[in-house]
Each structure stands twice: as structure tokens, then as C-alpha cells.
């Protein structure tokens, strides 16, 4: 198993990333197509990118014919999450409260939004303790 990816994304990688997480398997060529209307780049660029990405974590391949078919290693919201948690232990001295109330501070986020979270996250709790609670009582 590959090593979960760690080091951030650039700009260029990102965009990469978006059409490899859309398409879930892909080739360079692919890529490239589906970067053009963004910005037209060489195909050399798009395979030093991959190469780097995979270095990173981020993607995968494996060979069809003389061709790289692409993957990613992780979906996109773990990715993000991780990228979080970056932010959150960088800027915020690993408090997700400080985070959250910066993100209300700053209208990125509304208190309502944040209570309607916590109702969800709530529901999902319950739910998982109740499976939990059933399955231990089957044993």
C-alpha cells in the first residue's frame, strides 16, 4: 500500500488531481486533453507532474501495453481533510475550535450551518452507537 500523501498540492497539482479523482482511471494524454481549455500544456509536463504526484502519494499506475493508466491512492475528501488538519496544526495550534470560529468570524461558515453540522454528526453518533450496541449484544 502506498504511503498516504502528505506534502501539499500545488496549483498545477491540484488541477491534475480533479481530472484524475473525476475520471478514477486515466492517462497523461487524457489528462492533458482535459487541462487545454484551462491552460494548454505539453505532454512532458503532465508526465513530470504525474511522476511527481505519484512520488507524493497521491496516484498510482499501472502499465497497459506501453501505456500509464492513472489512479488516485486516496479520494478527494480525504485529501482535503488531511490538508485541514494541516492548516489546523499549523495556524491554529491544532485547535479546530479556533479554526471554526475564525471560519464564523470571517462569514466562511454561518452558526447556523455550524448547528446544522453538529445535529448531523449528532444523528450519526446515535446511529453508529445503536449498530454497535446491537451487534454487541448478538455475541
Known amino acids: 500500500m ?3 500523501p502528505n506534502t501539499p ?5 491540484n488541477k491534475v488531481m480533479e481530472v ?3 475520471a478514477g482511471q486515466v492517462t497523461a494524454d487524457a489528462v492533458r486533453v482535459a487541462l ?7 505532454d512532458s509536463t503532465i508526465r513530470t507532474v504525474l511522476r511527481r504526484l505519484a512520488e ?5 499506475h499501472v502499465t497497459e501495453g ?3 493508466v492513472y489512479s488516485p491512492t486516496q479520494p478527494a475528501p480525504t485529501v482535503a481533510a488531511d490538508a485541514v488538519r494541516g492548516i489546523i496544526d499549523k495556524l491554529c495550534n491544532g485547535s479546530i ?6 471560519m464564523v468570524d470571517q462569514e466562511v461558515v454561518s452558526p447556523e450551518k455550524l448547528e446544522q453540522l453538529a445535529k448531523r454528526i449528532a444523528a450519526k453518533r446515535k446511529s453508529s452507537n445503536q449498530r454497535r ?6 455475541d
Do not use: M
Open 36 to 42: 487545454e481549455a484551462w491552460r494548454p500544456l505539453k
Open 9 to 13: 498540492l500545488s496549483d498545477l497539482e
Open 2 to 4: 502506498p504511503a498516504k
Open 56 to 60: 507524493k502519494g497521491y496516484v498510482r
Open 97 to 102: 475550535e479556533a479554526l471554526l470560529v475564525g
Open 133 to 138: 450496541t446491537r451487534r454487541n449484544q448478538g
Open 66 to 68: 506501453r501505456t500509464y
Open 20 to 22: 484524475v479523482w473525476g
